[in-house]
């Protein structure tokens, strides 16, 4: 049997396949459930475009962490010390100005699913003041999303991914193809109106392509959860079997966004309706979309479909950080003090006392800001989203300088379409940035 190609191939292919499905469960979140929800509901059809743009122009940075992790051997943050110090040190502080936001809006989201799927408010109103309902079901979660990765750790997320995932997909597409009927489908309706230009509108848009289909530092998360996954099978995957579990991973999240905008256009654009500055009543309005669209049988299955999402994009965003910070540490030694590190032996996924140092503190930090940095739900959401899509023109060109390094074999690198790709993407990504600066802050804002 092992003298066959195709089972061998095959073999290879299950062997690499799970880090798309992982990058998947992370993007699909905050970005889908509520991002492009809302831009369905508030502009129609027209945000259609901004979602395939915002997905087409960072798939070469993405695309590029698995890449280089299937070819090296090594996570992309041993791509960044190659590059110098200045990118490790750039790196370390784009994670830590961003991590405590992104951290407490995925909760927070995931708080407010739970409350409204089990519903908990009058109980929390009740107990604990509607003010303080959150932020209690915020630290339960994380209480939750810490015993699960003590217990389980990559392997339990690989294999509980590929459960949820399908769950929420399969009800998402349902909810929207009954919908279908209620879309304006003119070329008109894909044509921006004036609203989106205005100040409120680019800052949307903006807020809704920094996490489309996520942040651009997941790109290392999946060169961390490549490597995890090769350690787990003990079989080192082909790039090509790597690449193709990507693709299928992101393909997948372009298109459940695409129905989320649609489902939310169908359901609420034109229609008067608003979404609520609550994340319980907004997670109730989300359940209620598919439950209008499919019936009350709907509500009990989506509403856990979309807890298990939730939870799972949780449990990812508390467990990469940490473990980024973990794997930061050693590069750092390794980049200042080589000598000294020369002869170390450091696990792959860092020096495990800073995993757990980096945890609580993520945690706690996360619990700050809900308590007391932010009031407003949307405003939390818009304002993660929106770091990201500053940060994300600098780290694609890290991406782009790992991936085309000396340490990646020639014929690993991506082609000149791929890397043309990379270059306008770039372009493009840092010109979208310095225009919302101009607009935000220039004379015009005035």
């Known amino acids: 049997m092992n003298s066959e190609p195709a089972t061998a191939s095959s073999r290879s292919f299950w062997a690499a396949f799970g880090p798309g499905l992982l990058f998947a469960g992370a993007a699909v979140g905050v970005s889908h459930l509520v991002q492009s929800t809302r831009a369905g509901a508030m502009f129609g059809l027209s945000m259609l475009l901004v979602v395939v743009l915002a997905n087409v122009v960072k798939f070469p940075a993405f695309r590029f962490g698995p890449q280089y992790a299937a070819a090296t051997g090594h996570s992309l943050l041993d791509g960044y010390r190659r590059q110098g110090r200045w990118t490790l040190v750039v790196f370390a502080l784009l994670t830590l100005g961003t991590m405590f936001t992104i951290t407490a809006v995925v909760t927070l989201v995931s708080a407010g699913v739970t409350t409204a799927w089990l519903g908990l408010d009058p109980l929390l109103a009740s107990t604990v003041g509607a003010a303080n309902g959150p932020v209690v079901v915020s630290a339960v979660i994380l209480a939750v999303g810490a015993t699960l990765l003590s217990c389980g750790g990559y392997v339990w997320l690989d294999r509980f991914i590929k459960v949820v995932m399908p769950a929420l997909s399969i009800c998402t597409v349902l909810a929207m193809i009954t919908q279908w009927h209620n879309i304006n489908w003119s070329w008109d309706a894909l044509i921006p109106s004036g609203a989106v230009f205005d100040l409120a509108g680019i800052a949307f848009c903006v807020a809704l392509i920094g996490w489309m289909p996520s942040a651009i530092d997941i790109s290392v998360w999946s060169s961390l959860w490549t490597l995890a996954r090769a350690d787990h099978s003990g079989t080192k995957p082909e790039p090509r079997n790597v690449l193709l579990d990507f693709d299928v991973g992101y393909l997948g999240t372009l298109l ?25 009543k907004f997670a109730a309005q989300v359940i209620d979309l598919y439950t209008t669209s499919l019936g009350g049988w709907a509500r009990p299955v989506i509403g856990t479909a979309a807890f298990l999402v939730m939870l799972s994009t949780v449990v990812t965003v508390v467990d990469a950080f940490p473990r980024v910070l973990a794997a930061l540490v050693v590069q750092m030694r390794l980049a200042f003090s080589p000598q000294s590190t020369a002869g170390d032996s450091f696990p792959p996924e860092g020096d495990r006392r800073v995993y757990r140092a980096s945890f609580a503190v993520l945690c706690a930090g996360a619990l700050a800001i809900l308590i007391w940095g932010m009031s407003s739900f949307t405003a939390l959401v818009d304002l993660a989203t929106t770091l990201s899509f500053l940060t994300a023109p600098v780290l694609s060109y890290f991406n782009h300088r790992a991936i085309h390094a000396a340490e990646v074999p020639k014929d690993q690198q991506p082609g000149a379409g791929m890397t043309t790709w990379s270059w306008i993407a770039i372009v493009l990504q840092a010109a979208f940035a310095l225009y919302f600066l101009w607009f935000k802050f220039g004379p015009s804002a005035a």
């Open 256 to 280: 459940l966004a695409l129905a989320f905008v649609l489902l939310g256009t169908g359901l609420m654009h034109g229609q008067g309706l608003t979404f609520e500055n609550s994340a319980s």
